[in-house]
């Protein structure tokens, strides 16, 4: 069983940084690619960051472009996302995801979400 827990989230004012994990447990880690989502009251799930099953290829969708980074450890089944220069339409739910079998459409795992609030 693939088990996602995401930390890191909290509240923080514009311009900080946070930096999200997501530890993976179950076996072949480094066989998912993994990402990260953004949900906010109302509004569907939007992709924020991706990365390839060997760390070798990264994706960005347009709210974080520039400004967050995510990475991989695969000997400690983990996954981060540092956010910098933080702005308020950052706040939403941060969701970790596993995909190996689907897409980034419909990933295979999600973990419970950590939450992000950015004042202004």
């Known amino acids: 069983q693939v088990q996602l827990v995401e930390s890191g989230g909290g509240m923080v004012q514009a311009g900080d940084s946070l930096r999200l994990s997501c530890a993976f447990s179950g076996l072949a880690f480094a066989t998912y690619a993994m990402g990260w989502f953004r949900q906010t009251p109302g509004k569907e799930r939007i992709f924020v960051a991706g990365?390839?099953?060997?760390?070798?290829?990264?994706y960005y969708g347009d709210s974080g472009k520039g400004r967050f980074t995510i990475s991989r450890d695969n000997a400690k089944n983990t996954v981060y996302l540092q956010m910098d220069s933080l702005k308020p339409e950052d706040t939403g739910i941060y969701y970790c995801?596993?995909?190996?079998?689907?897409?980034?459409?419909?990933?295979?795992?999600w973990g419970q979400g950590t939450q992000v609030t950015v004042s202004s």
């Open positions: 995801a596993a995909v190996r079998a689907s897409s980034w459409q419909s990933p295979d795992h």
């Open positions: 990365i390839s099953w060997g760390g070798g290829n990264t």
